[in-house]
């Protein structure tokens, strides 16, 4: 059960190596090496942490008069707000990325796309299998107090 949880922990580690390698079997990087895929998540992991905010700020305010102008609901505003944004920020960051090491990007949206959803279901993945295999089971996340007012057990 241990060997188990810790194998769910280095899945979601390699989540993003492993999203790389997928969008360069599909042909939309052009990576050499394995060392490419290594160095090219640290730029990643690099610029997401420091350069991705700023784009996404810049992005955001620079759109806001257009979808403010267009008259949009609050539904579509948040949408293109969190995931059209999000979208382009992954793209720039990609794109920097792939710049600094000298790889080839050969697709950005579908590369960009790619990374970021095989990433984020093999992070999901991991982390629901992990979940579920917690001591109590995904059937007792919730409980009653003896009151009757819901309490989440963690």
Do not use: E
């Not at 993003?16 to 390698?21: A, D, G, K």
């Not at 720039?92 to 792939?98: A, E, H, P, Q």
């Not at 093999?122 to 309490?151: E, H």
């Amino acid at each position: 059960m241990i060997l188990l949880g810790c194998l769910f922990a280095i899945l979601r580690l390699f989540a993003l190596p492993i999203s790389i390698l997928i969008a360069s079997r599909l042909g939309y990087i052009q990576i050499a090496s394995n060392w490419d895929i290594a160095y090219l998540t640290f730029w990643l992991g690099l610029f997401n942490i420091i350069i991705r905010p700023l784009i996404q700020v810049f992005l955001l305010l620079f759109s806001l008069p257009f979808i403010i102008s267009l008259g949009l609901s609050k539904t579509v505003f948040d949408l293109i707000a969190r995931y059209v944004v999000l979208f382009f920020a992954n793209s720039i960051v990609l794109y920097l990325s792939c710049k600094v090491l000298g790889i080839t990007l050969v697709n950005w949206s579908l590369a960009t796309l790619t990374i970021s959803v095989s990433a984020y279901l093999i992070s999901l993945n991991a982390s629901a299998s992990f979940v579920a295999m917690g001591p109590k089971g995904p059937s007792n996340t919730a409980s009653k107090k003896s009151d009757g007012s819901d309490v989440i057990d963690i």
